[in-house]
Each structure stands twice: as structure tokens, then as C-alpha cells.
């Protein structure tokens, strides 16, 4: 079993940044894909980032390209969204997930991921 716990959500203006961490435990996250989704109120949640098991393969959902970047450091088992130019459309709640399934693309869809942190909210002021 795997446990992730989301920080550094905010309250930030338009044009900012923030940093995001998910730290894993219980079991060690260096063989699974791990995704970033964010969930608006009243809207779906959707796929915003994924890294595949080493770092060697990067998605972006289109509206972020050039702004976030997701990383990962399997030592600390810890993966990071570092959000820039944030927009007040990026607001919402920021989940961390984990895929056990390495061995298949990185997905975008929710029910592919296995594991799911408890989000951290993120609020862009305009």
C-alpha cells in the first residue's frame, strides 16, 4: 500500500508560482508512473502532468505546456509540479497518483492510476 500527502498549495496572483510536493511512503515509488490531476469546482478531474518511472518521459495536459514542470526524486520518493505564470483558471484542488502499472504509456485517464493523495487546493487570484 502507498501514501501520498500533497503540500504547497496556496493562495497566490496571477502571474505567480508555487511548488508542489507529493511524498510517498510505505512502499518505494521509483518503478510507478506518477501523474499530477487538479479537480475544479463542479468539473471533472483531469490530467494536468505525468512522469514515467526514471524521468525519461514528460506529458503535459496543452494549457499548462511552458508554465509547470513536474519532476520526480526517487530517493526521497517525492515528484514535484512546479507551477509558473499561474493563471486563475489553474485554480483547484491538486492531486498527486501513482500508477503501478510502468510497464504501459503514461496515462491520462483517472482510473489508471492506483494510488491517490488527498489534494492540495490552489487558488489564483486574478
Known amino acids: 500500500q502507498v501514501q501520498l500527502v500533497e503540500s504547497g498549495g496556496g493562495l497566490v496572483q496571477a502571474g505567480g508560482s508555487l511548488r508542489l510536493s507529493c511524498v510517498a511512503s510505505?512502499?518505494?515509488?521509483?518503478?510507478?508512473?506518477m501523474g499530477w490531476f487538479r479537480q475544479a469546482p463542479g468539473k471533472e478531474r483531469e490530467f494536468v502532468a505525468g512522469?514515467?518511472?526514471?524521468?525519461?518521459?514528460?506529458y503535459y495536459e496543452d494549457s499548462v505546456k511552458g508554465r509547470f514542470t513536474i519532476s520526480r526524486d526517487n530517493a526521497k520518493n517525492t515528484v514535484y509540479l512546479q507551477m509558473n505564470s499561474l493563471h486563475p483558471e489553474d485554480t483547484a484542488v491538486y492531486y498527486c497518483?501513482?500508477?503501478?502499472?510502468?510497464?504501459?504509456?503514461?496515462?491520462?485517464?483517472?482510473?489508471?492510476?492506483?494510488?491517490w493523495g488527498q489534494g492540495t487546493q490552489v487558488t489564483v487570484s486574478s
Open positions: 497518483a501513482a500508477d503501478v502499472d510502468s510497464w504501459t504509456d503514461i496515462s491520462r485517464r483517472t482510473l489508471h492510476y492506483d494510488y
Open positions: 510505505g512502499r518505494t515509488i521509483s518503478t510507478y508512473h
Open positions: 512522469v514515467n518511472w526514471n524521468g525519461g518521459l514528460i
